[in-house]
């Protein structure tokens, strides 16, 4: 067996497009409370990461009709935590 340094496994990790995937949608999923508030945050959950389209899943229509308006402020404040482009749209459930 052909021993791997260790660099070499991480650079190809953090390469792999899955990976990066998961570590926006895991960076997202921590500062939710500071993207949209705390209050927000108790009714509206983070479901997923699909091909730029962040999908979440509110409790209730008060808080979906409340990010619906808040899109525009809700796109910028995730562009400054996971880098702008990579979530083009919410999707609220």
Avoid: S
Wanted: charged share 30%.
């Amino acid at each position: 067996m052909k021993n791997t340094p260790i660099t070499k496994i991480l650079d190809g990790l953090l390469r792999d497009k899955r990976y990066q995937k998961g570590l926006r949608l895991a960076l997202i999923e921590e500062r939710w409370v500071e993207i949209v508030g705390e209050q927000i945050a108790k009714y509206a959950h983070v479901q997923g990461l699909e091909r730029g389209r962040l999908l979440v899943k509110c409790d209730h229509d008060v808080w979906r009709a409340t990010l619906h308006h808040t899109k525009p402020e809700l796109l910028g404040r995730i562009a400054e935590v996971v880098g702008k482009g990579v979530v083009k749209e919410v999707f609220l459930d």
